[in-house]
């Protein structure tokens, strides 16, 4: 059994940053490709952003490029989202999840992972 577990939303203003971190725990984290997703009030939720087993490969979500980085520590068991320049519309409950098949990736669809963390907030002020 997967068990992820997100930390590090908050509240902040408009052209600010945030760190989000995912721990996972029960499985083999090192060899499952990690997402990130996010879901507004009212909204589906939508990838944000994926990064391959090994790390070297990741994707963006478009309204996401060059301004979140997704990153991974493998001997931490831990996927990261580093957010900068945030926008009100970044606003939303984000979830990291890990793809159900090992290896392959960065998938960019939801269908393909299988685990999810609890969320964390992010607020952003504008």
């Known amino acids: 059994q997967v068990l992820l577990v997100e930390s590090g939303g908050g509240l902040v203003q408009a052209g600010g940053s945030l760190r989000l971190s995912c721990v996972a725990s029960g499985g083999f984290f090192s060899i499952y490709t990690m997402g990130w997703f996010r879901q507004a009030p009212g909204k589906e939720r939508e990838v944000v952003a994926a990064?391959?087993?090994?790390?070297?490969?990741?994707d963006y979500a478009d309204s996401v490029k060059g301004r979140l980085v997704i990153s991974r520590d493998n001997p931490k068991n831990t996927v990261y989202l580093e957010m900068n320049s945030l926008k009100a519309e970044d606003t939303a409950v984000y979830y990291c999840?890990?793809?159900?098949?090992?290896?392959?990736?960065?998938?960019?669809?939801?269908?393909?992972?299988?685990?999810w963390g609890q969320g964390t907030q992010v607020t952003v002020s504008s």
């Open positions: 990064i391959t087993y090994s790390g070297d490969s990741t």
């Open positions: 999840a890990a793809a159900t098949q090992p290896f392959g990736g960065p998938w960019m669809e939801l269908g393909k992972y299988g685990y």
